[in-house]
């Protein structure tokens, strides 16, 4: 008989497939829906990614609008400009003026104390003069004299600012602080926040201007790529990336040199890019109180990003195939203690045919049917040996 022909062939057979079938399509079924799903996670908790830093500038930005209201609206400075406007130039009066002027200072100064991210906050006359004016360093602010005080008339800031109408605030680009028209260095990078203020008779009496410390929220982007309006990087993860603009540093790397083609669907409200290396999330972020748009972007290696999902097929896949090896360890025990008393039983009876192991007794121990059978075949062989005597007493 061929080993094909074998009943406990035909069993493992058996066996192996009514185990295996179910085990192959439940997980071809589930390592394909569970993939979809880890890669849709995986895409979701980029783009969470995205928003959490757009939402965390948006509330730190703002701060700084309700921070520049108070200060045009302070009693301080309304009592400064009111008095200045009326005052008639006496030596008294001037010195009533100088100690309103030092009241805006020390106003100014406690706000720079307990908030910490501004490098500097001024008020600047309709001249474009420093009247007040207080620098911090994010740990220690402090006033500065009235001799270090500079004129910034000619600095877009003032220009654009004092023209603006009464509660239009006006609010600068991004970028990298200038002190006598040289970069800081360490690099400084601003946004600066104004309103216009005017006095008692409605004139133009300056602006009430802070200079943001971005830093603050620049740092805690980490890996994150943060675009300006104008395309170039206030936030890269490589720093000689940042700040390419001609008015910065100058090295013009901007979104269109990095990204190529995709650049302009970066730029969208909300987009998603998976290439064969990169997966790529953007955002678009609103400046509060103004109409200027920043692209915050996110970016991963596409197999970094899908390692859980290679993870898992690799678990589901090795799952799968010791499920086999089970299996087809189940259908040999299973074929071989239902084939074993069988062929044990065959064997006799060939043996038996033959005159053999008659007086042989069948012993298998099984209460189902295959010891019924070897039951009866025990009977049989008692009942040919006691017919085989009675045969043998006969002829003598």
């Known amino acids: 008989m061929k080993f094909y022909q074998r009943l406990r062939f035909k069993l493992i ?189 409605g004139k133009r009496a300056g602006i009430v201007l802070t200079n943001i410390d971005a830093n603050q929220f620049l740092l805690r982007l980490s890996n994150t790529r943060l675009v300006t309006d104008d395309g170039f990087y206030a936030s890269h993860p490589d720093k000689d990336k940042r700040w390419g603009r001609a008015s910065d540093l100058g090295h013009g790397f901007d979104i269109d040199e990095e990204y190529g083609h995709i650049a302009n669907k970066l730029k969208g409200h909300l987009a998603t890019i998976t290439t064969d290396d990169l997966t790529i999330s953007s955002n678009k972020l609103t400046i509060p109180g103004s109409n200027t748009r920043w692209t915050v972007i996110v970016q991963e290696r596409t197999d970094a990003l899908l390692q859980s999902v290679h993870d898992f097929r690799f678990t589901f896949t090795l799952i799968i195939i010791i499920s086999m090896i089970i299996s087809l360890g189940l259908a040999l025990y299973f074929s071989t203690k239902i084939t074993h008393p069988i062929e044990h039983l065959t064997h006799l009876a060939n043996q038996i045919s033959k005159g053999k192991k008659l007086n042989e007794s069948v012993n298998i121990d099984d209460e189902g049917e295959i010891g019924a059978l070897a039951h009866a075949f025990e009977r049989m062989r008692v009942s040919m040996v006691k017919a085989l005597e009675r045969l043998q007493r006969v002829r003598r």
């Open 13 to 201: 057979i058996a066996f192996f497939l009514t185990t295996l079938l179910p085990v192959l399509f439940t997980g071809f079924y589930a390592i394909v829906t569970s993939s979809e799903s880890l890669h849709q996670q995986a895409i979701d908790n980029q783009q969470e990614r995205v928003r959490i830093a757009k939402d965390n500038i948006n509330a730190f930005l703002s701060t700084v609008q309700s921070d520049l209201m108070f200060l045009t609206e302070s009693v301080p400075l309304q009592q400064y400009l009111k008095f200045r406007t009326d005052n008639t130039g006496s030596p008294e009066d001037l010195q009533q003026l100088e100690q309103l002027r030092q009241a805006v200072e020390r106003e100014f100064l406690a706000l720079s104390k307990h908030r910490r991210i501004y490098y500097q906050v001024r008020y600047l006359d309709e001249t474009g003069q420093e009247v007040v004016r207080i620098d911090s360093d994010s740990l220690k602010s402090h006033i500065i004299a009235q001799n270090r005080l500079q004129n910034k008339a000619e600095r877009y800031y003032f220009k654009d600012a004092i023209r603006l109408p009464r509660k239009q605030m006006f609010i600068s680009k991004l970028d990298l602080n200038r002190e006598r028209g040289a970069i800081e260095k360490p690099h400084k990078p601003v946004i600066r926040y104004a309103l216009r203020v005017d006095d008692t008779k």
